[in-house]
């Protein structure tokens, strides 16, 4: 048995619950008064419990940074374990043959993009403050890699997204989608020859036509939604990027200001076109076409509280027409 083992094992008698769900707190929310305030305690209780608990695992667990807390590497390394025995135990402990939506308290946890949230909240909470007024949602992306193990974990309870690079996660489709260009609608260069049907046609322009006019814009796109980048890279054009930003919500702003172009998803950017300050250019792409999709563990299939979180899902975002955003 290693050390670190050993150390853990002469502890774990003396390790309130308690004091494990101040830290998986305290790590989710990196501040000791924020993670308070969640589980309901005052900030001295939580302080105090935290140093009970530094003392049982020999370690700092976390120290002070700029606007909360940082966790050290021991405290890096107890999360995974700490978060996935504390979620095995309320299941355990919650478990029964049904849901009831009504009545229930659960928090429920969602992998969603910034676009994604965009895109489904709005719709989701809704119903869920018709059907279960006392559910609580939270919505946070995690690193794609990360999804699949958080789910089987407990720490995601469903994602929703184009995520082609999780694996090993039971998946539902939602819906079709495509990567179109957003421009503003005075752009100079939709005024040029041979420019190509916007979002008022159906007909596509041919690949060679579509290169040649999209030489002549300049771009901005999004770190955290590599295929964009990935299809500027495919179409020869990371020359005419001018702008990468974190998020695509800040992009429609800038477009509408600026002559740059952005590719993004045509379901969300339809909202955007309904203001008349912008214009779709749907050229032929590669790549262009993909699926957004439901992704939940097989640990959780049976789960009475998952499956009405997906049921509730399924039913809002099945085949449901472009996203009204007003943002």
Request: with cysteine.
């Amino acid at each position: 048995m290693s050390r670190l083992s050993t150390i853990s094992f002469m502890h774990i008698k003396d390790v309130d619950l308690n004091l494990l769900r101040l830290f998986d707190a305290v790590y989710r929310t990196r501040s000791v008064s924020r993670a308070a305030q969640m589980l309901g305690l005052t900030q001295p209780s939580a302080s105090q419990g935290l140093t009970r608990l530094r003392l049982l695992i020999q370690d700092p667990l976390f120290t002070r940074a700029p606007g909360g807390v940082q966790p050290t590497a021991k405290a890096d390394r107890l999360s995974a374990a700490v978060a996935s025995a504390l979620t095995t135990l309320e299941i355990a402990l919650n478990e029964s043959s049904s849901f009831e939506p009504s009545a229930s308290i659960q928090t429920f946890r969602l992998h969603l993009s910034d676009i994604g949230e965009a895109r489904f909240l709005p719709a989701l909470i809704s119903a869920v403050r018709r059907q279960a007024p006392g559910i609580r949602v939270e919505s946070a992306p995690l690193a794609h890699d990360d999804i699949a193990a958080a789910l089987n974990s407990g720490r995601l309870d469903v994602a929703i997204g184009f995520l082609p690079t999780v694996q090993g996660t039971r998946q539902h489709p939602l819906l079709q989608d495509r990567y179109i260009v957003l421009l503003r609608k005075d752009h100079p260069w939709l005024n040029a020859p041979e420019a190509p049907p916007t979002h008022t046609s159906a007909t596509p322009t041919t690949p060679a036509t579509s290169l040649a006019r999209l030489r002549q814009l300049d771009y901005a796109a999004v770190r955290s939604h590599a295929e964009t980048l990935h299809i500027l890279q495919l179409l020869q054009l990371e020359d005419r990027l001018r702008l990468t930003a974190a998020h695509f919500l800040a992009l429609p702003d800038i477009v509408r200001d600026t002559d740059l172009a952005v590719l993004m998803p045509r379901n969300i950017a339809q909202g955007f076109a309904q203001s008349g300050d912008y214009v779709l250019v749907e050229p032929t792409l590669p790549l262009s076409d993909f699926t957004v999709s439901l992704h939940w563990s097989a640990r959780f299939e049976t789960d009475p509280a998952n499956r009405w979180l997906r049921e509730l899902v399924c039913d809002l975002f099945e085949a449901m027409p472009p996203a009204q955003t007003g943002l």
